[in-house]
């Protein structure tokens, strides 16, 4: 018996297999499913937040009204904010839904992330640690199988 045998409670024996089988099972979940995952997650958040901001191809008034009363960013007009927003808010999900540019895209809606975080909703850390981990996870792995920068770099390669 080791000393790590005997610090166990009775039927540890037990405990420790399902330990292993379940880290097994937690192996098997493929990297290319979570990097999807959290491509598509992130996407439909901002995706969702930039449709709040625009009627048709304009941007709504409401929005820049948001950008000069309620997220007052420093150094920046709150129209031009606005207009920034909707665009980055729009373009980078496409983008990581198709997995083109992602790493690119997940740093830019990073980049937004701390932005909206240190100046417009300090008090919204636990959400936006959600997205941060997401991004970073994309920016660390890469977009996965299911992703144009796949295709496109396995192209290149040959």
Do not use: C
Not at 31 to 54: I, N, P, Q, Y
Not at 117 to 130: K, N, Q, R, S
């Amino acid at each position: 018996m080791t000393t790590n045998d005997a610090m166990l409670p009775a039927g540890g024996g037990r405990l420790m297999e399902i330990r292993r089988r379940a880290l097994l099972l937690a192996d098997r979940i493929p990297m290319d499913l979570v990097t999807l995952m959290a491509r598509l997650s992130v996407a439909a958040t901002f995706w969702r937040s930039g449709e709040t901001k625009v009627e048709g191809f304009h941007v709504t008034d409401t929005a820049v009204y948001l950008f000069e009363t309620e997220y007052r960013l420093p150094l920046i007009d709150p129209w031009l904010a606005a207009h920034m927003a909707v665009i980055a808010e729009h373009l980078f999900p496409v983008l990581l839904v198709i997995g083109l540019f992602s790493r690119l895209s997940a740093l830019a809606l990073l980049g937004m992330t701390l932005v909206i975080e240190i100046f417009v909703y300090p008090d919204a850390w636990p959400t936006h640690g959600l997205w941060a981990v997401a991004l970073i996870l994309i920016v660390r792995q890469g977009p996965g199988l299911f992703s144009l920068d796949r295709l496109l770099f396995r192209l290149r390669d040959q």
